[in-house]
């Protein structure tokens, strides 16, 4: 067969069961066994559960590998089959087939709400002291957090059914069973959402799970992040403190009826064999306790009878499908080895810095208690140093024993930890190895590109970006697995192109995204600078007098309009701009109509000049932001404003310093993308108002803040990179502002002075305006800070801080699993390895490898929508080797630097390309 199709899915996702949209975007891929063949037109029809045609788009001559059917409307809770018909030249055809459904837009059953303790709310309501240095808590978990329950319904069937679906959610997170069997490989389901505004339901095919006769539902329901400790403050009960399930099992039986099982009075509950469950603090299981049977068929009075019964509850909270890939058991990584501390202490190191959990195999006498604390780090002698700390962020699992003469298994079930290290207290016997297994656990993303070189720094480096999104993206994009876990907008808009290009983050993003939206109309147009938003931390003053009120920041909130323009680019659909445009009109509006109401503080508007006044009004500046949050030069105590300040005013120092600038160079960035996304729908006339408006921020900014002589504010290099990265800089004065950005480089001695807004554009602006050296002498500095320093000091993930472990061993207590400053990576794929999308969904794509570089040989691939682009290429003395490989539906553009010449076309068609690049003599290039 010459072509042969693959990897058909709908809104991303393959044969998904409960979609939120009606009529989802289908997209597949082609290649060719020979290559004589390519795709020339494609025909789609779909069709219903009962056969019946319910779409035909015809045939479409076109190679695209995408459609999104206009005239289909999906029923809610139905399933339905597609099936793609492509043509080849030659008039040759193949097919394939796929299958999606359509989750319900309406829930009609109630809340089972089981006897309970309510959920103890401790912890503190605003960041201060005791955030960062909490008291010591005498006060056990045990005697603070209360058992997760155990739900039970029993229900007979006349015979096996030919299809059923279990939708099901929770206030808290649930873990359901039929007959005795898991449903489903997921975990800590429905995630972490904005549980006030929505809460997501998650759909499950169970026909193999029931049968005729006696069976029975069995949820587990714990806290999780609904009800239990989270975020920085580590405070419970932010969003309710009574867990409750819902559900609707439906059951379509042979002679074609159907039943719909929901929660009513036959719905029993217990506590069970886990003492305690907190998403932060940790879990305690008693094996002595363990109730086999509990959920299944037959369970008699002595199990069952002192069951007591739920109460039925109306859903108040909009519930809509999960839509995504779920939380699962991702990787599972073997003990590398048992450690005796030079303190004593038993550890066990996995060799790798994850999100995650222990299954641990143990013998020993009924009773006995094995604790298990989690760190990331020891400490510079080689002990176990908790390098996490906060209020109720203990990492900490106990499992008692039930004695059993072979030995008894145990992995927590509804909390995780970010961890590498494992204190292990009261192991009963010599702990070996093979006795313990680290889970890795996160949403189960496809990891979509690879980075491998003649630089093993380098690739170690990719590989710790890769653990670190890995870790991150779990439930939400999180800025850290252990201390927060807080869905931080900064932190994902600097990473987002790295993260499409390192996974399929599609549908992940596309959740969250609707979080944000939920939320940002919660607050008046306003981007809550976390999303979801804990009610704890939703609050006026929250921060303190040292940051003053920071609801939205520059660079933080613009993920909004930033976040969505990069999925476009990256996966080619416009969805992902129709469903946020509103949202960045409203943002983009919130900034104009904030930039007239507030002046610099320092600003009195009585003196400033008509022309001055004006000009200030049109920017964004008026507000204190996190501005180039944490600047090395502002922590390291090398600038004039440093001196005297503690701690936290250093800080503090990068916003004092920086936000009144990276205001209205967000907001230029964020009317940029607006005005972009508009015109990608077709919206000429708001695209041309959008534009108008931020020229008339540049030409602001730029009269009051860039100086004749490149300067720029505070003259930093974050500023210099933001100002000329986002062109706010006039044509005259920007040679005057790259030469100062590179005096500023060489002052720092060959050293990154960019902070947390500005690092992704830093190595792209200097390599734009003809400082390609200088960025590569960046990129493989190996003295703080720098990414490679972090490499060479035995990072497995990327670091909070440049420096979060000194050269002396000194481990500073913070986190070691921070994946923002990784954005280096997307530089690294599109100006090292040398893949670069120039078309939406990488239609069409630029190949220019770094012949001139650090690198001998380099061998990287995306994975694009159409297909694998892939780079091969390696250097010798006289020129280099370059094997490209380009998908059907993708052009690819050779673009090699100055001084070679390609030997062979430079647009490259789809198939695999053998080429050669030969360097030019100096004198012939002259």
Known sequence: MPLVLSDLRADHLENPLALRRAAPRLTWRVRAEDAGSAPRAHR?????????????????????????????????????????TVRDAGGGVVEASAGFGIGLAEWDAPWAEPEQERVLAEGPLA???????????????????HPPRHLRQEFDLPAAPVSARLRISSQGVHQPSLNGRPVGDGLLAPGYESYQHEISVMTHDVTSLLGEGANVLGVILGDGWYAGRISILGRSAQYGDILRATWRLEIDLPDGTRRVIRPDASVRSSRGPI?????????????????????????????????????????????????????????????????????????IDFGQVMAGRVRMRVRGERGTVVRLEHAEVVDAEGNFLDNIIGVNKD?????????????????????FHGFRYVKLIGYPSTPLPEDFTAVVIANDLDQTASFSSSHPRLDRLVQNTVWSQRSNFLAVPTDCPQRERAGWTGDLQIFTP???????????????????RV???????????????????????????????????????????IAPWELYRHYGDPRFLRDNIDAMRAWVEHQTADAAAALPAHLDPATLSAERLARQRLLWNGRMNFGDWLAPSTLDGSRPESEGLDEFAAIML????????????FQ????????????????????????????????????????????????????????????????????????????????????????????????????????????????????????????????????????????????????????????????????????????????????????????????????????????????????????????????????????????????????????RATRIEESTAS
Request: with cysteine.
């Open 498 to 516: 790295t993260a499409a290009t390192l996974m399929g983050v599609a549908s992940f993003l596309d959740r969250w995204l609707r979080n944000v």
């Open 127 to 145: 960041i201060g002291p005791e955030t960062f240095a909490p008291a010591e808590d005498a006060t056990p978990p045990g005697e603070r957090l």
């Open 668 to 915: 230029i960035r964020s009317l940029d993308l607006y005005a972009a996304s508009a015109e990608a729908l077709g919206d000429a006339a708001t695209a041309a108002q959008a534009r108008e408006h931020a020229a008339a921020v540049r030409a602001a900014f730029a009269a009051e803040y860039v100086g004749d002589d490149g300067r720029i504010g505070p003259d930093m290099q974050g500023i210099a990179v933001l100002a000329l990265a986002f062109d706010a800089v006039p044509d005259d004065l920007r040679p005057r502002v790259v030469a100062r950005l590179v005096e500023l480089v060489h002052e720092a001695g060959v050293h990154l002075d960019t902070g947390f807004v500005s690092v992704p554009f830093l190595l792209d602006v200097l390599w734009d305006e003809g400082h390609a050296d200088l960025a590569r002498a960046l990129l493989v500095q190996d003295t703080a800070p720098s990414w490679l320093y972090e490499v060479d000091h035995g990072a497995t993930t990327i670091w909070e801080a440049w420096k979060a472990v000194h050269e002396d061993g000194t481990v500073e207590r913070m986190s070691m699993n921070h994946y923002a400053f990784g954005c280096v990576v997307d530089w690294m794929m599109r100006r090292v390895a040398g893949i670069e999308l120039i078309e939406p969904g990488y239609r069409r794509t630029r190949i220019a490898p770094d012949l001139d570089g650090v690198l001998d040989h380099c061998r990287a691939h995306v994975d694009a929508p159409a297909g694998r682009i892939a780079v091969d290429w390696r250097r010798d003395a006289a020129g280099a080797d370059l094997t490209v490989e380009v998908p059907f539906g993708v052009t690819a553009d050779i673009a090699l630097a100055p001084g070679w010449i390609l030997e062979g076309p430079t647009e490259l068609t789809p198939g695999t390309h053998t080429l």
């Open 395 to 415: 990492q900490a699992d106990e499992y008692v024993l039930a004695g059993h003469p072979d030995g008894e298994e145990w992995e927590p079930l509804l909390t």
């Open 275 to 347: 003492d305690w469950s907190d998403i932060f603090i940790g879990e305690r299981h008693d094996a002595r306790a363990e109730m086999p049977g509990w959920d299944a068929p037959p369970a008699g009075a002595e199990l069952v009878g002192t069951w007591t019964p739920c109460a039925l509850v109306p859903v108040a909270v909009p519930l809509v499908p999960f839509v995504g890939e779920p939380i699962r058991r991702v990787r599972e990584l073997p003990a590398q080895r048992v450690l005796t501390t030079p303190t004593g202490e038993t550890v």
């Open 44 to 84: 789609i029809r779909i069709t219903s559960a009962d056969g019946e045609l319910a779409h035909d788009s015809g045939w479409i001559d076109s190679d695209a590998t995408a459609l999104e059917p206009v005239d289909f409307a999906g029923t809610p809770g139905a399933d339905y089959r597609w099936q793609l």
């Open 654 to 665: 990068a916003p004092q310093l920086t936000a009144e600038l990276t205001g209205p160079l």
């Open 519 to 561: 939320d940002q109309a919660a607050h008046d147009g306003i981007v809550p600078i976390i999303v979801p938003m804990p009610p704890a931390l939703d609050a006026p003053g929250l921060l303190g007098d040292g940051v003053g009120d920071i609801s939205d920041s520059a660079g933080w909130s613009d993920a909004i309009t």
